[in-house]
């Protein structure tokens, strides 16, 4: 009997020989198994080879050795096979070798002995091809374990795992695919592997995980090619699942919780930071859900790359202006005011000038004014007339083209009063032959006659309050307020005017 110390306190491992053959154990003494009877694990047992019996027999950490008269024969304890046969006869009269003993002091040397003679040997790095050994009996584990850190022997673990559990069949793909991708067989075989034996589910793993192995490198490309053809599967079996024939409950669960895995692995760190950067595969992605009619994902992932524009698009497209307006007002981008205003004016005014009067002065109001050119109802106008109030008195804005433009929705309404009171605050800002002609056209004789007084042409103003308004009440204030501003000669003329009218209005020019 031999027993085996190697790297250890206690025995772990004994051996001996019987006329029947070999019985190897594994000894257990940790001590959760002291206390039981049996501490002997692993029993195996060998017949003797067609060499004979042997006379002696020694045990290392991988090997057991076996004595003959003449020589010794090593045999893996792994599987069970020849590894190397030694001559022990030096001369003629070496004699008989009768005993192989282990060094007490050191188990990885051992001593053959004979009448005549000591042969000591040592085992020299019996454990380097214990991992491959492991291997081809598909054990992937303890081959690891021994590999240790050496990656091709990793990578070629790794492979014959794959193979190992590819061959299974259906039940052990996802094995499969787990392995592959951390082996260094070609991208393109695997792949096509997969895509051959049709298991999308074994292809999207197979993806994921070689992904993950390029978390550390500098590989952008793969990284998003990688990327676009997991999100194609996703889309590809959310598609096929919508459109089964068969829309039970479970099949809804089984879409959402496939938009659910999509969704967290669109947002994961890793994906975003390396695609975000890359605007061509973004369109890429957005392309391919829009080409799967999934709207949904597509908002979902404009929101992640930032792309608050396709968000606002889809939401318009769809006619949900409120949602569109709620994005647009979270993104408190400016530019995105401007452009889509206009659209939001038309569909839901009061709702888009409430949200404009959020942002006050933040926002150009002479950059909203094509949102207001063309609102054609009544209650589009109002709120048109809201907010450039809102920009003229509450922003103090002085730009005569916001000033112009409301005096231009003023002169549309049947009442005066709002023009006239515009007109009583804010003349020096408007371009005043323009209101003029405005005014005229739109017959707001009272704005007119305020108009020709703000531009010093009081006669006029006198004439027209006579002639369009018939109001000589009218015509004698402003011909008391033209006293200060007009030469004698004027205000002759405008006497005049009024002395010759008075007749025939019935009325009087009192105060003047």
């Not at 002696?56 to 057991?64: Q, R, T, V």
């Not at 089984?254 to 975003?272: A, G, H, N, P």
Request: with cysteine; proline share 3%; charged share 25%.
């Amino acid at each position: 009997m031999a027993v085996s110390y190697i790297k250890y306190p206690e025995p772990r491992s004994l051996i001996w020989m019987s006329g029947a053959g070999i019985q190897y154990y594994k000894i257990d003494l940790s001590p959760n198994r002291f206390d039981k009877e049996d501490v002997l694990t692993e029993n195996t047992f060998r017949s003797h080879t067609d060499k004979g019996l042997p006379v002696a027999i020694g045990l290392s950490e991988f090997h057991y050795l076996l004595l003959y008269d003449t020589g010794f024969e090593a045999r893996s304890l792994i599987n069970w096979k020849h590894v190397q046969y030694e001559s022990l006869r030096t001369t003629s009269d070496s004699g008989t070798f009768s005993a192989i003993i282990a060094d007490p002091m050191d188990p990885t040397k051992f001593f053959c002995h004979s009448k005549q003679h000591i042969i000591r040997f040592k085992t020299h790095k019996e454990d380097r091809n214990v991992w491959k050994l492991y291997m081809g009996l598909k054990k992937f584990e303890e081959a690891e374990k021994y590999a240790g850190n050496d990656q091709a022997k990793l990578f070629e673990i790794a492979s014959a795992e794959g193979d190992y559990y590819f061959e299974l069949g259906d039940k052990y793909v996802l094995n499969a695919a787990q392995s592959y991708a951390e082996s260094h067989r070609s991208f393109e075989e695997i792949a096509l592997k997969f895509i051959k034996e049709s298991t999308p589910a074994a292809l999207m793993t197979f993806l994921k995980t070689k992904l993950q192995s390029l978390a550390n490198s500098n590989n952008p490309t793969q990284i998003c090619m990688l990327v676009v053809w997991i999100v194609e599967i996703y889309l590809s079996e959310i598609f096929n699942l919508e459109n089964q024939q068969n829309t039970a409950d479970d099949d809804m669960d089984s879409v959402q919780e496939v938009r659910l895995d999509l969704r967290e692995f669109l947002k994961t760190d890793f994906v975003i930071r390396n695609i975000k950067k890359n605007k061509p595969i973004v369109k890429v992605i957005q392309e391919m859900m829009g080409s799967y009619g999934d709207t949904s994902d597509m908002i979902f992932f404009a929101n992640l790359m930032d792309d608050i524009e396709k968000v606002i698009m889809h939401h318009i497209h769809d006619q949900q202006y409120s949602s569109a307006l709620e994005t647009l007002r979270q993104s408190r981008d400016p530019e995105l005011f401007y452009k889509y205003s206009q659209t939001l004016m038309k569909y839901i005014p009061r709702d888009t000038v409430n949200v404009l009067e959020q942002f006050g002065r933040s926002l150009d109001p002479k950059k909203l004014l094509p949102s207001f050119i063309h609102c054609k109802t009544a209650e589009q106008r109002e709120q048109a007339v809201r907010y450039l109030q809102y920009v003229v008195f509450n922003c103090k804005c002085k730009d005569e083209a916001i000033h112009n433009f409301l005096l231009s929705l003023f002169v549309q309404q049947e009442d005066e009063s709002e023009l006239l009171n515009f007109l009583l605050k804010t003349d020096a800002n408007v371009d005043k032959k323009y209101a003029l002609r405005l005014c005229s056209e739109h017959r707001k004789w009272k704005a007119c006659c305020h108009i020709y007084t703000k531009m010093g042409l009081y006669e006029e103003a006198v004439k027209l309050a006579l002639t369009k308004l018939a109001n000589v009440f009218e015509a004698e204030k402003t011909a008391i307020e033209a006293q200060n501003y007009c030469s004698s000669d004027q205000q002759e003329m405008i006497k005049k005017t009024l002395a010759d009218d008075s007749p025939s209005r019935g009325r009087g020019r009192q105060g003047y």
